[in-house]
C-alpha cells in the first residue's frame, strides 16, 4: 500500500487502494533548450511513482506536457517568451525550436528508461481549449482585461494562499511597482497575453479580435481537464512550482470547473551542483550528454539520483556519481554471480526480499532505504528481475549472462596456473578483459564479473 507525502496537506497520506485506475499529471520541459541534469532528475522520481503504483497492481494513466509557447523568462508574466528567444538564439524558427528540443528530451528520457507517458500534450495542440477556458473563467468573473492581457483575478478565489500557504500581504507590499498597474492584486497572473502592435511574437492567435497567446499557467489547467477530467489523482513536480505555477493552476482549475485539481501533490526537492544552485552563470548546466563525455553513462546517473529521496536536498558531485556508478558495477557482478551459481543462490534466497525493498519504496518512494536493503539482502536471479522492473536501471538488460564465454577460458587459466605458466595464464586474463570480463579467484575457485558497466 503506496503512502506519500502530500503537499497539499503537508503530510503523508495513504493511498487509495491497488486496482484503481490513476490519473497523473507530470508538468514537463519548457522545450527551448537542452534540460540539464536536475530536470532530468524530478522525471526520475516521478518514473519511480509510475512504476510502483504498476508493480503495486493500479492502473495509471499519465500526461505530460511539453511547454511551446507562453514560457517567458521570468515567472511574473514579463520577459521574453523562452521559445522566441531560443529561436533567435539560433536563427531557427519556434516551431524548429520546440520540435528539436523536445526530441532531444525524448531522446534523453528513453536514455533513462523511463516509462514513456500515455499521452504527451504540446501546449500548441490546446489553444482553442484555451481561449474557451478564458472564456469561462471570464463568465465566471473570475478575470479582468488589462493593456497587456487577460488576468486572473486571484482576489476572487478566497482559497489562493492556501496551498503554499502565501503570505499575499507581504507580496503586495513588496510589489515591484510600474510593471502593469493595472493589476489589482500582485499576485494576479495572465492567463491571455496580448501581442502589441510591432512587438515580435511568432506564435500568436486571434483571440477576442487581437493577436495573443496563452499565459504560461493556462496549458496545464486545460491540458487536465481535457486529456484527464478531473480532479485528478496525482499532480507532480519540483518544488519551484509550488508557489506559483501549481498555485496559479489550482486557481484556474477552481474557476473553469468549480473542483479541485489534484487530490495529490508531489514535489521534488532541486538538487544542487557541487552545492551551488544549478545556473548557466556558474557553468554547470549539465547535461547528460556532458556527463556521457566523462564517462557515465544515463543508468549511473540514474543510480545516484534513486540513492536519495526525492524531497531530499541533494548535491551532485563528479566523486558521489563515481560511487553510484561503482555501486550498479557491483550490483550487476552480484547478477554475475547468480548466473554462476543459480542453486545455491536461489537456495539461500531470502523469500520475502523484493517485499521489503518495494514496502520501502512504497513509504514515500524511500529508494534510498531500497537501496540499502538491496545492498544488504541475499537476493535471487528473480529478485534482480523485479528490482530492474522497479527502478529501470537496466541492471539484467545490461548484464548477459557470460558463462559460456568465460567458462572455457577460466579452465585453460587455471590448467596453466597449475603448470606455472603464468605468462599463458595472464594471456588468457587478458583476453577475457579485452571482451569486458574479469576473473576474481575466490576461495571456492575462481569466477568471472563484469569489468565496467
Ligand atoms: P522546466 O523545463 O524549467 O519547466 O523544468 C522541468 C522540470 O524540472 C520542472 O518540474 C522543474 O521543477 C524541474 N527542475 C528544474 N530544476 C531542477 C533541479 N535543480 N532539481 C530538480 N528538479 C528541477
Ligand atoms: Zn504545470
Keep these: 500500500m503506496l503512502k506519500i507525502y502530500n503537499t497539499a496537506k503537508r503530510e503523508i497520506e495513504k493511498f487509495k487502494p491497488a486496482g484503481e485506475l490513476v490519473k497523473i499529471y507530470t508538468c514537463g520541459p519548457t522545450v527551448y533548450n537542452f534540460q540539464h541534469i536536475g530536470n532530468y532528475a524530478s522525471y526520475i522520481y516521478w518514473d519511480l511513482l509510475i512504476r510502483v503504483l504498476k508493480i503495486d497492481g493500479y492502473k495509471v494513466k499519465r500526461v505530460l506536457n511539453f511547454t511551446d509557447v507562453g514560457h517567458l523568462t521570468s515567472d511574473a508574466d514579463s520577459g521574453e517568451d523562452k521559445l522566441e528567444k531560443g529561436a533567435a538564439r539560433e536563427g531557427k524558427t519556434v516551431y524548429e525550436i520546440a520540435e528539436f528540443y523536445g526530441d532531444d528530451f525524448m531522446r534523453n528520457f528513453r536514455a533513462l528508461e523511463l516509462t514513456e507517458p500515455?499521452?504527451?500534450?504540446?501546449?500548441?495542440?490546446?489553444?482553442?481549449?484555451?481561449?474557451?477556458?478564458?472564456?469561462?473563467?471570464?463568465?465566471?468573473?473570475?478575470?479582468?482585461?488589462?493593456?497587456?492581457?487577460?488576468?486572473?483575478d486571484t482576489g476572487k478565489f478566497e482559497h489562493y494562499a492556501d496551498f503554499a500557504k502565501l503570505d499575499l500581504a507581504g507580496l503586495q507590499a513588496g510589489a515591484r511597482v510600474g510593471f502593469s498597474d493595472e493589476k489589482r492584486q500582485a499576485s494576479d497572473f495572465a492567463v491571455?497575453?496580448?501581442?502589441?502592435?510591432?512587438?515580435?511574437?511568432?506564435?500568436?492567435?486571434?483571440?477576442?479580435?487581437?493577436?495573443?497567446?496563452?499565459?504560461?499557467?493556462?496549458?496545464?489547467?486545460?491540458?487536465?481537464?481535457?486529456?484527464?477530467?478531473?480532479?485528478?489523482?496525482?499532480?507532480?513536480?519540483?518544488?519551484?512550482?509550488?508557489?506559483?505555477?501549481?498555485?496559479?493552476?489550482?486557481?484556474?482549475?477552481?474557476?473553469?470547473?468549480?473542483?479541485?485539481?489534484?487530490?495529490?501533490w508531489l514535489h521534488c526537492n532541486f538538487i544542487t551542483i557541487d552545492g551551488e544552485k544549478i545556473s548557466k552563470s556558474l557553468g554547470n548546466v549539465y547535461t547528460l550528454d556532458d556527463l556521457a563525455e566523462r564517462g557515465f553513462s544515463p543508468m549511473d546517473f540514474k543510480m545516484w539520483v534513486l540513492s536519495g529521496h526525492y524531497q531530499g536536498t541533494r548535491n551532485f558531485t563528479f566523486e558521489s556519481l563515481v560511487g553510484a556508478q561503482a555501486r550498479r558495477l557491483a550490483w550487476r557482478n552480484r547478477i554475475a554471480e547468480c548466473y554462476q551459481n543459480k542453486e545455491a543462490t536461489?537456495?539461500?534466497?531470502?523469500?520475502?526480499?523484493?517485499?521489503?525493498?518495494?514496502?520501502?519504496?512504497?513509504?514515500?518512494?524511500?529508494?534510498?532505504?531500497?537501496?540499502?536493503?538491496?545492498d544488504n539482502l541475499n537476493l535471487s536471479l528473480d529478485d534482480w528481475k523485479k528490482i530492474d522492473e522497479l527502478f529501470g536501471l537496466k541492471?539484467?538488460?545490461?548484464?548477459?549472462?557470460?558463462?559460456?564465454?568465460?567458462?572455457?577460458?577460466?579452465?585453460?587459466?587455471?590448467?596453466?596456473?597449475?603448470?606455472?605458466?603464468?605468462?599463458?595464464?595472464?594471456?588468457?586474463?587478458?583476453?577475457?578483459?579485452?571482451?569486458?570480463?574479469?576473473?576474481?579467484?575466490?576461495?571456492?575457485?575462481?569466477?568471472?564479473?563484469?569489468?565496467?558497466?
Design 118 to 152: 500515455d499521452v504527451i500534450a504540446h501546449a500548441t495542440d490546446y489553444i482553442e481549449d484555451d481561449m474557451k477556458a478564458v472564456d469561462k473563467m471570464t463568465e465566471k468573473g473570475f478575470t479582468y482585461e488589462t493593456e497587456d492581457g487577460i488576468y486572473f
Design 192 to 264: 491571455w497575453k496580448f501581442i502589441k502592435p510591432g512587438e515580435k511574437h511568432a506564435m500568436r492567435w486571434d483571440y477576442l479580435g487581437r493577436p495573443g497567446y496563452p499565459g504560461w499557467h493556462l496549458e496545464c489547467s486545460t491540458i487536465i481537464d481535457k486529456e484527464l477530467g478531473g480532479p485528478i489523482d496525482i499532480h507532480t513536480g519540483g518544488i519551484d512550482h509550488i508557489p506559483v505555477h501549481h498555485t496559479n493552476e489550482i486557481a484556474q482549475t477552481y474557476a473553469m470547473t468549480g473542483r479541485e485539481l489534484a487530490k495529490y
Design 346 to 374: 536461489a537456495a539461500s534466497n531470502d523469500n520475502s526480499a523484493f517485499d521489503k525493498i518495494l514496502e520501502a519504496v512504497n513509504d514515500n518512494l524511500n529508494s534510498p532505504e531500497a537501496f540499502a536493503l538491496i
Design 395 to 453: 541492471l539484467i538488460k545490461d548484464s548477459p549472462d557470460l558463462s559460456q564465454k568465460a567458462l572455457g577460458p577460466i579452465t585453460e587459466r587455471e590448467k596453466a596456473r597449475a603448470k606455472k605458466n603464468f605468462d599463458e595464464a595472464d594471456l588468457i586474463r587478458d583476453e577475457l578483459i579485452s571482451q569486458g570480463i574479469t576473473i576474481k579467484d575466490t576461495p571456492s575457485g575462481p569466477i568471472w564479473q563484469y569489468l565496467k558497466n
